[in-house]
């Protein structure tokens, strides 16, 4: 048994029930059949040495499927590698990784749509019941519990819809409190003692001039005592860097993925989460990754407050949070305001995840705001320089946030309030934060689209 208990013995009989469980990858992989329904596991959380093993098996296996959720252990997930063509097994996720992704483009891999504060609800009402759900876990305490990592988010739902759960215990997955954090051996029909493969790391893209821009036409509307939620990626960690330059205190996390940027708010003395309205003096969150400084830093902390999705992604506990404030990135707005935040087109980017969520919450929270932030251009692979403010979005994109529920759009060249605003003034306010290139074009087109008097004058 791997876990050193020190001076704790363990509860009475929980040992001898450990090692009557102790079973090897292989023999795990061994109980999936031909037709099987799987759970793989969440993010940190998602079983390595069972799904080699079960990779193995590939010639032997058909029609089973394996949902999992944002897969981030090396380059692709093994029984792809195995199994280029889905002829063996039907993998899907209700978000996409870089890895998932590339998959999804060759076509062996699916997306599950769905808002993710319902998945949940979905695993445990609207698929299948799973013959085995697997995941990792952190070592046993001596209490017979297995912390299941920075990662609760939808578990509980599939736990509630499986007839048998295997756990793979990892000595690095770190241990996280909050709520729905662990399994009893009770729970767990059977264990693998894992290889410890380290967790895996997201390390921040330096920041552009444009990120910069964007991120001080952000913290000039931040208010002391305000609840933050920022998103993944290069942006808002350059929101964090500003944020920790400038004068404000007393802030507070409540965010579906914690990352490094609250790390270094709390050095910095900004993050107390005492003026939170729900939860205070706790970081809340549904998922966590990041840099091995911030595992190191969330390890067994008790300051981390890790609960389900559908708690932490609710509107109305969003909302409960004084001041709150959302920052996500986004890929595309339309003259309406529609904001795309899941695909290129028919190429599909990502999942739903909780934006529509926090942007609502944000609005309906005392003093609260959200802010959709983009860069006015990209520039394709031929050279083509298009602007991601556009007069409609295009064939195929999907609409994260409807215009009804946009408050803040944000560019390098502004932040503009579309709240309470008509057609019209939307039109113009977001004409004025595209780029000056575009200006003139966009105009152009929002008075062939009816929503810009023909008598005004081009923008300057």
């Known amino acids: 048994m791997?876990?050193?208990f020190g001076l704790f013995a363990p509860v009475n009989g929980i040992y001898d029930e450990y090692k009557s469980k102790l079973i090897t990858a292989k023999e795990a992989a061994s109980m999936v059949k031909s037709?099987?329904?799987?759970?793989?596991?969440?993010?940190?959380?998602?079983?390595?040495?069972?799904?080699?093993?079960?990779?193995?098996?590939?010639?032997?296996?058909?029609?089973?499927?394996?949902?999992q959720t944002m897969w981030s252990y090396g380059e692709k997930p093994p029984v792809l590698k195995n199994d280029p063509h889905a002829e063996h097994f039907h993998c899907a996720s209700t978000h996409l990784t870089k890895q998932e992704r590339a998959a999804n483009k060759d076509g062996n891999f699916w997306f599950l749509p769905v808002q993710f504060r319902e998945n949940p609800k979905l695993h445990r009402e609207c698929r299948p019941t799973y013959d085995i759900a697997f995941l990792q876990v952190a070592p046993m305490d001596a209490s017979g519990n297995f912390n299941i990592g920075p990662q609760v988010a939808e578990y509980w739902g599939v736990f509630q819809n499986c007839d048998k759960i295997i756990v793979e215990v990892n000595e690095n997955l770190i241990v996280t409190h909050g709520v729905g954090n662990?399994?009893?051996?009770?729970?767990?029909?059977?264990?693998?003692e894992g290889s410890n493969t380290p967790m895996p790391t997201?390390?921040?893209?330096?920041?552009?001039?444009?990120?910069?821009?964007?991120?001080?036409?952000?913290?000039?509307?931040?208010?002391?005592?305000?609840?933050l939620q920022l998103g993944n990626g290069a942006f808002p960690n350059c929101v964090g860097s500003l944020i920790v330059d400038s004068n404000l205190k007393d802030l507070g996390c409540h965010t579906e993925m914690f990352v490094d940027a609250y790390l270094k708010l709390y050095e910095a003395?900004?993050?107390?989460?005492?003026?939170?309205?729900?939860?205070?003096?706790?970081?809340?969150?549904?998922?966590?990754?990041?840099?091995?400084?911030?595992y190191k830093w969330m390890d067994n902390n008790p300051m981390m407050m890790s609960a389900p999705v559908d708690y932490v992604n609710n509107v109305d506990v969003i909302a409960s949070n004084h001041k709150m404030t959302s920052i996500n990135s986004c890929l595309q707005i339309d003259l309406f305001g529609q904001v795309n935040s899941e695909s290129s087109g028919l190429q599909h980017i990502g999942g739903t995840g909780g934006?529509?969520?926090?942007?609502?919450g944000a609005f309906q929270s005392e003093g609260g705001k959200s802010f959709l932030c983009t860069p006015s251009t990209r520039t394709l692979k031929d050279g083509?320089?298009?602007?991601?403010?556009?007069?409609?979005?295009?064939?195929?994109?999907?609409?994260?946030?409807?215009?009804?529920?946009?408050?803040?759009?944000?560019?390098?060249?502004?932040?503009?309030?579309?709240?309470?605003?008509?057609?019209?003034?939307?039109?113009?306010?977001?004409?004025?934060?595209?780029?000056?290139?575009?200006?003139?074009?966009?105009?152009?087109?929002?008075?062939?689209?009816?929503?810009?008097?023909?008598?005004?004058?081009?923008?300057?």
């Open 2 to 4: 791997s876990k050193d």
């Open 35 to 67: 037709g099987m329904y799987l759970h793989f596991g969440l993010m940190n959380g998602i079983v390595v040495d069972i799904q080699e093993a079960l990779a193995e098996r590939t010639e032997e296996l058909e029609d089973v499927t394996i949902i």
């Open 384 to 460: 083509t320089v298009e602007s991601l403010i556009m007069p409609t979005l295009p064939q195929g994109s999907i609409v994260s946030t409807p215009r009804s529920g946009v408050h803040y759009i944000v560019t390098e060249y502004g932040a503009v309030n579309l709240k309470g605003k008509t057609t019209y003034e939307r039109a113009k306010l977001l004409i004025s934060v595209a780029h000056p290139d575009f200006r003139a074009e966009l105009e152009e087109e929002a008075q062939k689209m009816g929503i810009w008097p023909t008598s005004s004058k081009v923008m300057k």
């Open 269 to 294: 003395g900004k993050l107390t989460n005492m003026k939170k309205g729900i939860n205070q003096g706790k970081m809340t969150f549904t998922f966590a990754q990041g840099t091995e400084d911030l």
């Open 355 to 360: 934006q529509l969520d926090f942007v609502m």
């Open 182 to 192: 662990y399994l009893n051996i009770n729970q767990v029909d059977y264990i693998v």
């Open 202 to 227: 997201i390390g921040s893209k330096v920041p552009t001039d444009i990120d910069r821009r964007m991120a001080e036409n952000i913290v000039e509307h931040l208010e002391d005592g305000a609840t």
